[in-house]
């Protein structure tokens, strides 16, 4: 996972760690008690198994979605969040390495901008993953906006943005065509991540929890508790959203929530922990007409009985 390798392992630096570091890493004891405005800070995380940018341009060419149609109509599943991706695209002439992953902290602003610190590692064969923050870019209108560019074709628009910090910004002004088009590109299929998790989906969703001598052994090593959190794993282009009754080894620290009921029904709201919900599409398909309403981010659950993290992992 990108978000850890970045955390934890070996890194470049950039002026804007502290401030990437300080939503995204987790504190090792938490205060159940803590106000919505102290978890507004902490980084939602989402991670895509699959890989983004090939299934974006797959969809482009099988005229599955426009790409001004998708920038300009993606909504933010959560005020403050993290998402990442891995590709092999754009790695073909590096033979030693494997592939590239990418990320961003997505955070909307106080004066309701919308700003991206954007982190990529390569994963070498020989040194492991080397990762950094490599741009900050930030939107002033969300969903963003498409302008008018000056080029023979009358009808060519560009995504519009402004880039806070570029680790290749003299390229950038200069108007390199690569530099410019690689950064253009990446807030492209963020974007459409972004876009793709609030589609509908079905998900399993898997209580995460560890044994008592792992966690005894960990404390006598002077190492931070392992924190219980769910993870839930998201299948696109499902309407349908359900537990999954399948066990899962404990072993593994991993069980999942037997239950058979829809995940809005009473029982499964208010016997589950104190929990972010993200924001995302809900598709009334057997109502005449038809219609879709969006269901902004809030919080729900019981916070007498804790507060839950969560990792979503996503798939097609």
Request: with cysteine; net charge neutral; hydrophobic share 35%.
């Amino acid at each position: 996972m990108l978000a850890q390798s970045w955390l934890y392992g070996r890194r470049m630096t950039s002026p804007h760690d502290a401030v990437v570091e300080r939503h995204l890493k987790l504190p090792d004891q938490f205060n159940p008690h803590s106000s919505v405005a102290v978890l507004n800070q902490l980084a939602e995380r989402i991670v895509f198994t699959d890989d983004v940018p090939s299934l974006l341009y797959d969809m482009h060419d099988n005229r599955q979605l426009t790409y001004e149609g998708m920038l300009t109509s993606v909504k933010l599943p959560f005020d403050c969040f993290w998402l990442e991706y891995r590709s092999v695209l754009g790695i073909g002439d590096v033979y030693e390495a494997k592939r590239a992953e990418y990320g961003a902290l997505v955070m909307r602003m106080p004066n309701d901008r919308v700003r991206m610190y954007i982190v990529i590692g390569t994963d070498f064969v020989d040194l492991g993953t080397i990762s950094s923050l490599a741009y900050v870019v930030e939107f002033e209108h969300w969903p963003p906006v498409m302008v008018p560019m000056l080029s023979k074709s009358l009808s060519s628009k560009a995504l519009q943005f402004y880039i806070n910090y570029a680790h290749n910004r003299s390229d950038i002004e200069a108007r390199d065509e690569d530099a410019t088009n690689i950064i253009g590109g990446i807030v492209t299929e963020l974007i459409f991540g972004i876009f793709l998790v609030t589609q509908p989906k079905v998900y399993n969703d898997e209580k995460i929890e560890w044994h008592p001598k792992k966690q005894g052994a960990r404390a006598k090593h002077g190492k931070p508790p392992l924190l219980e959190y769910r993870r839930i794993r998201l299948r696109i282009t499902k309407p349908v959203k359900r537990y999954s009754g399948q066990p899962t080894a404990r072993t593994r620290g991993v069980q999942c929530i037997d239950n058979e009921a829809d995940t809005e029904s009473s029982d499964a709201i208010n016997h589950r922990r104190y929990h972010k919900v993200m924001g995302h599409f809900r598709h009334y398909l057997r109502h005449d007409p038809a219609y879709t309403v969006w269901i902004e981010p809030h919080y729900r659950g019981d916070p007498a009985l804790g507060i839950t993290f969560t990792e979503r992992d996503v798939t097609k």
